[in-house]
Structure formats: C-alpha cells, structure tokens
C-alpha cells in the first residue's frame, strides 16, 4: 500500500512548489502598496499599511536599522534577564517610572509575519525561535519520539514562549491559587491574583462584555477565533448534548465547554512583546532592550550575598552589566534554574559535580511538574473542507488576512484549536468545581501540515505518522482530534545541569507517567472524549474514530483500554507547561526556591519571576498565569523600592 505514496521529498517539494508562489504574490502586492505616492494613499490604503506594521516586517527591518549595542560596564537599577510575558510585562510596568533604568536582555531576536500568524504556530518550533530542548530519553513514556526523547520547545525571541505558543488563553482555577496562598504565600489567593490577570487582558469578547471577570483597557488583546469549522460547532454542541455546560473558563466556574479565547489581536498573535514592549520602546529612553544577548552567570557578592549584575554575550563579545536595585530572572522554567546553578545558586550535590563554586545551596530544578496529554483520539467526520491542510491555503486567504486585515480566515486559527472542555473524571478525589481533564478540540492532527510542521516539532518517529496521519493528508479527509490532558499530575520530574558550560542544555527529565495513576487518568479522559463522540450533533456530521492502531500497540485489541494504555504512553505529548523547578513558598519548605515575594531564600537583590515559580501544576496553561506573575512582581517591586 505505501508504494503507491508519495515520498516525503515528493511531498515538501509539492508543497514548496505552492508556498513561494504565494509568498512571491504577497509581497508584489507589498512592494505595490509601498511605491504608493503619498498622494494616492487615501484612507484605505493607510489602513492597509496598518495592517502590514502589524504584520511583523516592520519589527524585522526596525530591528536591523536600531541595533541596540550593549556598552560594557553599563549600571541600571534594575536588569530583567529574559523578555517572555513574564519578563516583558515586568520590564515594562518598572520603566513607567522614568526615575528608573532597566535593561532588558534577550537571548533571542525579534518576530516577524510568521509568528504573527496563527495557523503558524507548528512551525514555529523549527525556528531558531525556539532553544529546542528535548528531554533525557523517558522510560515509560514519549515511545512514539525518536529515542523515547520528548520535545521541550521554548522561545528564544522577544515575547519569549508568548511568540512561538499557541496563544490559548487561560488563567486556572480560584483553587489553585486558594492552594498556593494556603501553602505559605501570602498575596497569592484568588482575589489577589485576579486584578493582575484583569491588569492584563484588554478582552474583545462577544457576550462578555459586562463580566467581572474580564478588563478592556490592559495591553494584552483577548478574543475568541474568528475561524470556526463545523466540527467546532458540533464539537460545542455534542458536548452540552453530554451534560457539560457552556462556560467561560476564565470566568465565575471553569467546568464546562467553550471556544477558545485566544491571545491575539484582529487574528494576529498578540505575544508579550507585541503587548508590552513595542508600543513603549521607542517612548521610554529609561528601559533599554538588548537582542541576541545571553546571560551567562549572575554577578554575586559573596560576603553579602548579594546580586549586584550579569555577565552576557553579545555578538560572541562579554559584557558587563551592574545593577543598583536588582537583578531579576525572568528567563523561563529551565532557564533561570540554569542561571542560577551556574551561579551557585542550587543542590550542592550538582554544583559540586559540575565544579561550580557553592554559594546558597537550595532545591533548584528538584521538581518539575507539567501537563502530559495524550495526543489523541482522531475523529474522521463526513464533512468536507472543514479541516485545514497546510497545502489548501489560497492566495485569497492571505491576502484577505494580511491586506484586507479579515480577522476570520484560516490563518487565524490558532494552530487548529477551536474549543476547550473542562471535565471531571470519576475518580477525582477533587471537590466538584475543580476539573481534572482537559479536552482540547483541535480540527486537524500531525496530518494538518502534511508532515512537515508538527511531527518534526514534537520529534514523532516518521512510522507514527505514516501509518496514522499520512493517509488524511493524502486524501485531505476532514478530521479532528480531541488531546486530553491532565490537569493534577503526580509524576514528579527534575532539571539539572550536565556541565558548567553556560551555553550547554540543562538535563530534563519530565518522568512522564512515572506514577502509573496518571495513565488511568487520561484513559478516563479518552472515554469521556469518545462518549461526547456519540452525542447527536457529532453523529449527525458522522464523526467516528480513526481507525489507525498506534504503532507499537497493534497488538492490543483496538480501542481497549490497555490499547489505550500503550497509546497514552506512545502518543505521549507535552502541553509544555513545566513549572516549580523555582518552586515558591517559605523558607521552611525545603522545595521551595523563592518566597512570596519571589525572592531567592537567603539572598539579597535577586528575584526570579516567570513560571518557574508556580508551585504546583495549575488547572491551566501557563501563559495568562506568567503574565500576570510579572505584573504582580512590577507591584512588589515599586512598593519596595518606592
Ligand atoms: C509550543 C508551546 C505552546 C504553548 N501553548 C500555550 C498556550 O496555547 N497557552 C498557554 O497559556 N501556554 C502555552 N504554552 C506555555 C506558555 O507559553 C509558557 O508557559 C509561558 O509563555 C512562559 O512564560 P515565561 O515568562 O515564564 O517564560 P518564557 O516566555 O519562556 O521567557 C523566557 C525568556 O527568557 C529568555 N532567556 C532564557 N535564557 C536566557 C539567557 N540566558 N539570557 C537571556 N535571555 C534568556 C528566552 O529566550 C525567553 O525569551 C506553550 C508553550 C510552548 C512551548
């Protein structure tokens, strides 16, 4: 059967064959719009060049016109290392006060039209926006990755994570933060932590306007997909057919079903950059950003403890920055756990092994928890031209999104994800408003992007691909997939550092489904996605399961729970919501990294504020949570310093 197929080569060069002409289209239609007199540009073409700031090519030549080079030895009050949402949001609230300097340094560059568009979002993972960390190859999950290793994706860019994530937007459950309070954090209850999430978020949401729960005036856009297929309608519909009802999770209750409120803006992505840099930088000569700028180690004065600059490279040069406030890691979930060890901050087992002189020893990258899913079930459905195939994407789309500016194309699906259900399973031991699964309604699959986007992001074995996928891209067959994820998990992971090269990866090791009570929960989960399934409104478009055997678990009797059980753990694929490896809480929980305050036990002038921080895995993803992470550390930090 597969000699009748075509081979990848076959199919990348059919593919290319389709994406330069387009592009060649776009941008003759660019360089039309720019040789425009001034003159002949009236309203409509102003709009248009709107349009295509927002784009992301201006960002692109801005960039290279404005090279910001650092000057060695250069003092500021305050220096944020890494410019993700938790790191911009942060840089940005402390330059409001023009009394204040801050440096912002970013390991990455900038973004461009491909981040900003959001049916890109697969791609972005090949990109040299993303550090491209994979796991250590997992024993009992991960089996359908090339040697057991599990993508760990990460941005490497302004906006961070925010610029290359799929733009879902979620805060979590008032539990979750009752939780941390509860556990020695003051300020981190619910009621405390809502008017950051609201400081936030400017919602443009139909029938949500008047909610208490949402904020129209904060610098990061909220808005429902414009794009919505079929299958999201019945997918919508089956599950309040199943007993679930429609809810706006990030309102009163998450329980329920809803579409999905996306971090973008008129169908473009809305990253942290976009949000709370760009509209500032040029205004604000006190905050300072520095691309392609990586730190390597904090400067700390031993004797006082005390954290007082950074040493980077810039263009394979080292620099020297000091600070006469503070130094503030905001360089993500294994990034700043890495700058801490390599600056003596962490177990004094690893420090001492790699020979890193110890300064403060404490539990850093100890723990990591994150969201396991399992990438699947497949739906095929009876509809026609209701999932997006890379490859059927017309010249009229794009220029429709970027030139006309339609919010409702294709290209402004989110990576395909159109609905989101929060469901309970029965053997939640959890109170009844507080969800254990996730269902996450996706039109399409690995088949989406043909092969070439997906599947090398998550590093699927090519056999998984073609013996489930290749067949729905061949055919283009209209088809959805329901990923589960777990929101509670008990497998415990950990990060540490193999050497004390700063450019070297940190070790991870997720140990995915080391507690096998996590595989029951997403088998619960599995039947709770195929019952919606049997519900009428996905009957009536003749959804049913594709029927594809796993590799590796042919064996087992197709769609029994223990050939679930060896799909849970092949098609294993992380959300990427790593947090805790700088786990808050007091000082005398000896998990814990940083206090409520998120400053680093025993230290002076040293904070880390972005998810590494989370103490436990919230009942969310994690963007809207680092956003609002940052805007509570920019108070703490202007009430002290005040
Ligand atoms: C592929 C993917 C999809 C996701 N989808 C979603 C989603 O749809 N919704 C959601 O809520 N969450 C999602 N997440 C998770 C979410 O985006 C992240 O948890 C969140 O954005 C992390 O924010 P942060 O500020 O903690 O760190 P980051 O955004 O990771 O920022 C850290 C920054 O620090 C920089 N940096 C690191 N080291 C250095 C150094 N040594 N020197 C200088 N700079 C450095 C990095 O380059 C980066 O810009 C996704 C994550 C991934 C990877």
């Given at each position: 059967m597969t000699a009748h197929l075509p081979t990848i080569s076959q199919m990348h060069s059919t593919q290319i064959s389709h994406l330069p002409l387009q592009l060649l289209v776009l941008l003759l239609l660019l360089l039309l719009l720019l040789l425009c007199t001034d003159e002949s540009r009236g309203d409509a073409t102003s709009r248009l060049l709107d349009q295509i700031n927002q784009v992301g090519f201006v960002n692109v030549l801005d960039q290279a016109a404005r090279p910001n080079v650092p000057k060695d030895l250069s003092n500021y009050d305050f220096i944020v290392v890494g410019a993700g949402a938790a790191g911009s949001s942060l840089a940005a609230r402390l330059s409001e006060n023009p009394q204040w300097s801050v440096a912002l340094i970013e390991a990455g560059g900038v973004e461009n039209i491909a981040h900003n568009t959001p049916v890109l979002a697969g791609y972005l993972?090949?990109?040299?926006?993303?550090?491209g960390y994979r796991s250590v190859p997992q024993k009992l999950s991960c089996y359908g990755m090339n040697n057991h290793e599990c993508s760990l994706p990460r941005g490497k860019v302004l906006g961070g994570t925010s610029s290359i994530n799929y733009m879902i937007y979620n805060r979590g459950n008032r539990r979750d933060f009752d939780g941390w309070a509860a556990a020695?954090?003051?300020?981190?209850?619910y009621e405390e932590v809502l008017p950051y999430f609201l400081r936030t978020e400017n919602a443009q949401l139909q029938g949500l306007e008047?909610?208490?729960?949402?904020?129209?005036?904060?610098?990061l856009s909220v808005e429902y997909v414009r794009y919505r297929s079929q299958m999201a309608d019945a997918f919508v519909k089956a599950s309040v057919e199943s007993g679930l009802p429609r809810t706006d999770?990030?309102?009163?209750?998450?329980?329920g079903v809803s579409y999905v409120q996306a971090t973008t803006r008129n169908g473009r992505r809305h990253s942290a950059y976009a949000a709370y840099l760009k509209p500032v930088r040029d205004l604000r000569p006190n905050l300072q950003i520095f691309t392609f700028a990586r730190v390597t180690r904090i400067l700390i004065d031993e004797a006082t403890k005390s954290a007082y600059g950074v040493e980077f490279n810039h263009k394979n040069k080292p620099y020297t920055f000091k600070a006469r406030k503070e130094v503030i890691l905001s360089a993500g979930t294994f990034n700043s756990p890495q700058l801490l060890m390599l600056s003596g901050i962490g177990p004094e087992d690893n420090l001492k092994a790699i020979g890193v002189p110890l300064v403060q020893p404490l539990p850093v990258g100890k723990r990591m928890y994150d969201h396991m899913c399992h990438f699947g079930p497949t739906f095929v459905t009876n509809?026609?031209?209701?999932t997006t195939f890379t490859?059927?994407?017309t010249i009229a789309e794009i220029v429709s999104h970027f030139?006309?500016?339609?919010?409702?194309?294709?290209?402004?699906s989110i990576g395909g994800v159109e609905a989101l259900a929060f469901l309970k399973t029965?053997?939640?031991?959890?109170?009844?408003?507080?969800?254990d699964i996730e269902l996450i309604m996706v039109t399409?699959?690995?088949?989406s992007d043909e092969g070439t986007g997906l599947k090398l992001g998550a590093n699927f074995k090519q056999e998984i691909y073609d013996k489930m996928f290749r067949d729905l891209a061949l055919a283009q067959q209209d088809h959805f997939t329901l990923l589960v994820m777990q929101f509670h998990p008990q497998s415990v992971g950990r990060l540490w550092l193999r050497?004390?090269?700063?450019l070297s990866w940190p070790m991870i090791d997720p140990?995915?489904?080391?507690?096998?009570e996590d595989v029951e929960y997403l088998l619960d989960g599995i039947k709770a996605s195929l019952r919606i399934t049997q519900m009428p409104a996905l009957q009536k478009i003749g959804?049913?399961?594709?029927n594809r055997p796993v590799p590796g678990c042919?064996?087992?009797?197709?769609?029994?729970d223990d050939y679930w059980r060896c799909s849970i753990r092949t098609l294993s694929?992380?959300?990427?919501?790593?947090?805790?490896?700088?786990r808050m809480g007091p000082?005398?929980?000896?998990?814990?990294?940083?206090n409520h305050q998120l400053k680093v036990h025993g230290m002076r002038r040293l904070r880390v504020v972005d998810t590494?921080?989370?103490?436990v895995p919230p009942t969310a993803h994690t963007n809207a949570a680092a956003f609002m992470i940052g805007e509570k550390a920019a108070d703490m930090i202007r009430s002290e310093w005040s």
């Open positions: 993972q090949q990109t040299a926006s993303n550090w020695g954090n003051p300020g981190w209850s008047y909610s208490p729960y949402h904020n129209h005036s904060g610098p999770y990030n309102g009163e209750s998450q329980f509809t026609t031209g209701q490859s059927t994407i030139l006309a500016g339609n919010p409702a194309t294709r290209l402004s029965q053997r939640s031991q959890l109170p009844k408003d507080w969800p399409g699959s690995l088949a050497d004390r090269n700063p140990k995915y489904f080391v507690a096998e959804a049913r399961l594709l042919e064996h087992l009797q197709f769609a029994s694929y992380t959300l990427h919501h790593q947090v805790a490896t700088c000082e005398s929980d000896p998990t814990t990294v940083v590494s921080v989370i103490p």
